[in-house]
């Protein structure tokens, strides 16, 4: 318990140590924000703060931290560090700098972003690359709640019952104005979210169990290396690519720069805490990796989240603790959709005021989903996990260019750490994992690892080299 209760604690503090120094080098300003100065009614629409934050929250809060979270807990509890530094270090960081910078470009998605910093290759890559990515997330966030909805309700109620269901909501979210449906009911779900954090922790210690102090050791049951597994399968519990997508929905609600760290930081770093949660959750419960483990080989990540709410708040308790995850998913999966289709819309210059035009590409979207939801959910869910987080180095590099243009001094070191690590990891991942090459570590590790070393000297000679010489012939 003293391990979970000092990580929570460096999480507030890095929302108000590093979260400063972050706001303190982009530098907000009072200038209008896209919402006021290009108010359409459908994307851009000015909110309060409290309403933008939770349906960022609830935006960028799918099962990511919570599948994702019991599935590293597997690893022992080292998955603390990662989830405590990544969120601090690198999620929070994509997502203000994200967030802020759309803000800047009027409201752009992360595609224009990375087309104007990293160039038009780059951009076209992004693009189709982002829509395959917001697909897969939407696909995942619609088996997961069907799921657990379906042993909340009568047998009849199965779970291609709650996919329709939830694709049916999917088309009215993604087509209606933002503030319409999404910007009405995530304030109720985020309260049920909010609700489900502090509830857990508190079941956890009333009712005797114990959750492990911090250990280095690799707990893996099957001897699954940490290097690179357990950075890719937390997924957003840390840093995810998919919140780059959808932090410029909010950067066009949002009506000032300066509650940019509140918001984007700000949920990043509640995220962090929803993913220590049930980490720390899963092992005490199960009282053992192996055990943990099991359970998820035995009834899956969505009967595992059952298991665990009921067990630690009784019936009544844990029913809320499963709407509030249900919530999670649902929140995300429409605005992943939503996304998927403002992405596209700007690809291919389409007007999305009349509605019939968001038809157009709403239907075929969410068709292609429903298709994907027939695939195994593991298969989809390791895909999943490594694209988001090559998605993620990308937006990180995209951010170090930015700061390298745009600030003074060393700021650009905030996203090039970052950004250098989780190259490493996503091309060490695809190297040796099963889904990919499978390579033997011996031939993968150094590989990988080179490789973001290599992508770290261009950047340097690229961006770094280029701004020195201007500057001293100045």
Known sequence: MFTFIVCIICLILGYVIYGKVVEHFFNPSNKPTPAISCQDGVDYVPMSNWKVFLIQLLNIAGTG???GALMGAVFGPVVFLWIVAGSIFAGAVHDYMTGMISIRKNGATI?????????????????????????????VFVTSPATLLALLTPESLNV??????????????????????????YPVFGIILLFMVVAIPIGIFYGGYTIPELTLENLHPEHLSIWPFMFITVACG???????????????CITNEKSGRKIFYGAMITEGLIALVWAAAGVAFYNSTGGLLNALNTLGQSGVVYEISVGILGLAGG??????VVACPITSGDTAFRSARITLAEW???DQKPITKRLLLTIPLLVFGALLTQIDFNIIWRYFAWSNQVLASIVLWTIAVYLIKHVKGFAYIIAVIPATFLTAVTSTYILVASEGLYLSASIGYPIGIIFAIATLCLFIYKCIIPKSKTSTSK
């Open 319 to 324: 029913i809320l603790a499963i709407i509030g």
């Open 160 to 185: 291609t019952f709650w996919i329709c269901v939830i694709l049916i909501y999917y088309v009215l979210a993604t087509l209606l104005p933002i503030d319409k449906i999404i910007g009405r009911i």
């Open 348 to 350: 291919f210059n389409i």
């Open 65 to 67: 931290p919570i599948f």
């Open 238 to 252: 840390a840093i995810s690519g998919f919140h780059a997508t959808q932090t410029p929905l909010m950067s066009r």
């Open 111 to 139: 595609t224009e972003i990375v087309g104007e910093y990293l160039g038009i290759e780059m951009k076209q890559v992004m693009r189709l690359f982002t829509i395959i990515l917001l697909v897969l997330v939407g696909t």
